[in-house]
């Protein structure tokens, strides 16, 4: 899944891609580098950011999904707005990315049950600008997967099927560095939910410290290499997905996780994940 900013604040990219045209170039770039889903966001969720207007989020997305879309890119969109996500499956979005789960909108497994797309349910507490206030777990992956295993209840309680469910564990929200690292070392507790699992460790700042200028590009380059080693060690849980900034270096290391694990020949030419991880499932993207 590879990640499409269309903010001028997000942490890494903020305004790199805030105009459409720059967007959808890169999402085309995403997606012929092996991205097999760009996931089009229109509102940071940075720690400390702020929320903006519900019809500034939907102009910022909903022409950038239509026309990538148009262009047989899939597309999922990154809302924690029900109108945002029906506006954005009208036009031609594949699945619903909701960080907050559900919870943030109450209509959300409505207008999914109705779309019938496939959703994501991330871990979650708080919106951003206060998200750092909630970080606090007696055993953060028991809690995790506690808290999970709720938003799926209700998720079922509204008529989506559950064949339709992505968990996602929500790394850096309301988590400081000791949780995410807690979750990544203990995936399989959370993979014990039987249901596919998305990762979004890229260029967090739970990463390895770059030493360079924060944004600089020593450090995103930084990043992207301690984000590559993450892919390689989910991958080789059969991990449904990862949501990344560099799409070709985590594709790589997807690959590289496949050899290890012996699935496929190393010297043949590239697969992408859902080939080299039968186990994990598309949930009918």
Request: with cysteine; proline share 6%; charged share 20%.
């Amino acid at each position: 899944m590879g990640i499409l900013n269309v903010t001028p604040d997000s942490f890494s990219d903020g305004g790199l891609f805030a105009a459409a045209d720059a967007a959808i170039a890169h999402g085309m770039a995403m997606h012929a580098a092996g991205a097999e889903l760009v996931d089009v966001g229109g509102e940071s969720t940075r720690p400390g950011a702020h929320r903006v207007e519900v019809d500034v989020e939907r102009a910022r997305v909903v022409p950038v999904i239509a026309a990538l879309s148009r262009a047989g890119v899939p597309c999922s969109v990154d809302t924690t707005r029900a109108v945002v996500a029906r506006a954005a499956a009208e036009a031609g979005a594949a699945l619903i990315n909701d960080v907050s789960g559900g919870l943030a909108d109450p209509a959300m497994a409505s207008v999914v049950a109705d779309c019938g797309l496939p959703w994501v349910l991330m871990h979650w507490r708080a919106h951003s600008a206060t998200m750092t206030d909630y970080a606090r777990y007696d055993d953060v992956v028991a809690d995790v997967r506690s808290e999970l295993s709720a938003r799926v209840d209700a998720a079922l309680a509204a008529g989506v099927r559950l064949d339709a469910l992505v968990l996602d564990p929500g790394l850096g929200f309301a988590k400081r560095a000791e949780h995410n690292w807690a979750l990544l070392r203990r995936l399989p507790v959370l993979l014990g939910l039987g249901l596919p699992m998305l990762i979004g460790a890229s260029r967090k700042r739970f990463l390895p410290d770059s030493g360079h200028p924060e944004g600089s590009a020593a450090d995103v380059r930084s990043r992207d290499l301690a984000t590559a080693a993450v892919t390689t060690a989910v991958a080789a849980h059969a991990i449904w997905g990862v949501r990344v900034h560099d799409v070709e270096g985590s594709l790589r290391a997807a690959e590289v996780a496949a050899a290890l694990v012996g699935v496929g020949d190393p010297a043949a030419p590239p697969v992408g994940p859902a080939e080299a991880f039968p186990a994990a499932r598309t949930a009918s993207v």
